[in-house]
């Protein structure tokens, strides 16, 4: 905060105050979502859904900017994928219910 006000940069919300108002108004509606969508979902849900996120980030990092992982980042990223595959399968393979209830483990997302 010292570095920005003795530098002047602070001028910038002042000069481009469409940007700051958009940037706030993106906020605030992502934050808004997110609680529509814990509370038709789970917050397993919004975990997984960030964890695919991130994936696509990486995977667009390697393949437009052709940056580089270490063998350990390949390993996580395949543990996340093979997490999020079992997690699909596992949520989508129907369970014997009593009484012609739904055969679904759980009825809030299904990938």
């Known amino acids: 905060y010292k570095d920005m006000m003795a530098s002047g940069k602070h001028a910038m919300i002042v000069q481009h105050p469409g940007i700051f108002l958009a940037c706030t108004g993106l906020g605030a509606a992502v934050n808004a979502l997110s609680v529509a969508l814990v509370s038709l979902t789970s917050g397993l849900t919004i975990k997984l859904m960030g964890h695919v996120r991130n994936l696509l980030l990486v995977a667009v990092g390697l393949l437009a900017f052709r940056e580089s992982l270490t063998p ?39 990938m």
Request: glycine share 12%; aromatic share 16%.
């Open 72 to 110: 350990q980042e390949y390993v996580g990223y395949a543990v996340t994928l093979g997490g999020l595959g079992w997690y699909t399968f596992e949520r989508n393979t129907p369970t014997h219910v009593p009484n012609g209830q739904n055969s679904r483990k759980n009825n809030d997302f299904h």
